[in-house]
């Protein structure tokens, strides 16, 4: 698959100083420059993967409590009055006060995560024997396979079997594209946060906005298919990858070699902008990964318990958080939840650029108060109305977002340039080992609320 790029210019002066260094690792003293035409497509191009990459498996949480409905909603979607049969009181199973469906929406999140998590914990150490095409048009073909099935799934399993399909691409996505952002300038890091954060937000509020306006489920699902074909137009035709960035085809993707011509970059035009260049990038070795993980874990452990208790929070309390006397029913109640939750992990993901924090564990912290008071609220029903949970959520998102970018930013400065490939890929597996146990733990709090009298 060929990449457009930025225009280049070669001096032949340097060819004998490359092949006297073609055993030198990656060097962060050799650098290229990037006109800033190329500069602004990487930067687009990495947003707009971070929001397609996110998006199924956002919308698929955001449906989870329609999914566990077999995807049916009022008549009227909230539209208007709902009648006393189609009411969403009248789908539950018991008398429970929490109005709670049969299964509870953490088997969402295990469908959607658990794979994502045997991708991370796995591919740091194999998925460098596979080309950036292939593994682009395995996430592209799932996500697209996820809206499918699940639009047109007649029960829970079949569902269930598409949001895997969504997890497989996010969590292959995510370890791809942050792994391939070692080879551009750290400015797309941001960028790319950025983009998972709006995925968040876009995808919780097209999902929310859609079904409001009259749409089902099915048919939302549906208008959703043509987000994976993004992703691939991104992918193919918007990143402009530097010279050392792998050139990758369907089939084969290595390094540029640096047994031929060395070339010095030039802009033809515009601002520069300077990126590592790889002179060759040697295999790290067995040992060498087990130093780099064990330096990041003042990283990963805080950015787990963040994500743990976040998603603790959302399919764990969201659908017992449920306000009767409101406009909103409670599927509506469920996706509103979801769409402000979204809007403050895009905020804290857009605002690097502007706020660093280099203290993970404090927001761990704050986001496991927040976890343990939203959990006594679920215990004593003590809050005044819908909206006090409004800004919680919203808090919540924000403490979560600032969570994820702050930790990547830190890994990919602080890594040596011939590990940040690795380290950025394995810095991923973090938030989902979180995201798992979180969903493993929603499932019996979830019953034990329910069967309450």
């Avoid at 789908?91 to 658990?114: P, R």
């Avoid at 918007?238 to 010279?243: H, I, R």
């Avoid at 602080?414 to 490939?421: A, D, F, I, N």
Wanted: hydrophobic residues 45%; proline residues 6%; glycine residues 8%.
């Amino acid at each position: 698959m060929g990449h457009a790029g930025g225009r280049w210019q070669e001096d032949s002066n340097e060819s004998e100083e490359t092949e006297e260094n073609e055993g030198v690792a990656l060097s962060a003293e050799s650098e290229v420059t990037l006109d800033a035409c190329s500069q602004w497509r990487n930067n687009a191009g990495f947003w707009l993967l971070g929001l397609c990459n996110n998006f199924a498996y956002v919308v698929m949480l955001s449906a989870a409590h329609d999914i566990l409905s077999h995807q049916k909603v009022p008549e009227h979607n909230g539209t208007g009055p709902i009648p006393p049969s189609a009411s969403p009181e009248n789908t539950t199973t018991n008398t429970s006060q929490y109005d709670c469906n049969t299964i509870s929406t953490g088997a969402v999140l295990l469908a959607d995560i658990l794979p994502t998590l045997f991708i991370k914990f796995s591919a740091p150490f194999c998925i460098h024997l596979f080309p950036y095409g292939l593994r682009v048009a395995i996430c592209v073909t799932s996500a697209w396979g996820s809206f499918l099935l699940v639009a047109f799934s007649t029960n829970t399993t079949q569902s269930l079997l598409g949001v895997v399909l969504a997890s497989i691409s996010s969590g292959l996505g995510e370890i791809t594209f942050l792994a391939l952002t070692s080879f551009f300038n750290s400015a797309v890091v941001s960028a790319w946060s950025s983009g998972t954060g709006g995925a968040g937000l876009i995808g919780a509020l097209s999902y929310l906005g859609l079904t409001q306006a009259g749409l089902t489920p099915q048919d939302t699902l549906l208008f959703m298919t043509i987000v994976p074909v993004i992703m691939l137009a991104s992918y193919c035709f918007l990143l402009a990858p530097p010279p050392q960035a792998p050139r990758c085809g369907w089939g084969v993707c290595k390094p540029k070699s640096p047994r031929g011509p060395s070339v010095i970059q030039q802009p033809l035009l515009g601002d520069r902008l300077k990126v590592p260049q790889m002179i060759q990038k040697p295999q790290l070795t067995l040992q060498e990964k087990e130093q780099v993980v064990k330096g990041l874990l003042k990283y990963l452990i805080p950015l787990s318990v963040v994500y743990f208790a976040e998603y603790f929070i959302n399919q764990g309390l969201f659908e017992l958080l449920y306000f009767r006397n409101t406009a909103l029913n409670h599927p509506e109640q469920y996706r509103w939840y979801q769409m402000l939750y979204q809007a403050g992990v895009f905020i804290s993901r857009s605002s690097a650029s502007f706020i660093r924090i280099r203290k993970i564990w404090l927001l761990a912290i704050l986001q496991c108060l927040n976890m343990v008071f939203l959990l006594f609220a679920v215990s004593y029903m003590f809050l005044p109305n819908i909206y006090v949970v409004f800004v919680l959520i919203l808090y919540e998102g924000l403490l979560g977002g600032a969570g994820y970018v702050n930790t990547f930013h830190c890994v990919s400065e602080e890594s040596k340039p011939e590990h940040r490939e690795f380290a950025m890929g394995v810095a991923c597996i973090a938030d989902t080992l979180g995201i798992s146990l979180s969903g493993a733990i929603a499932i019996p709090v979830h019953n034990y609320f329910c069967h309450l009298p």
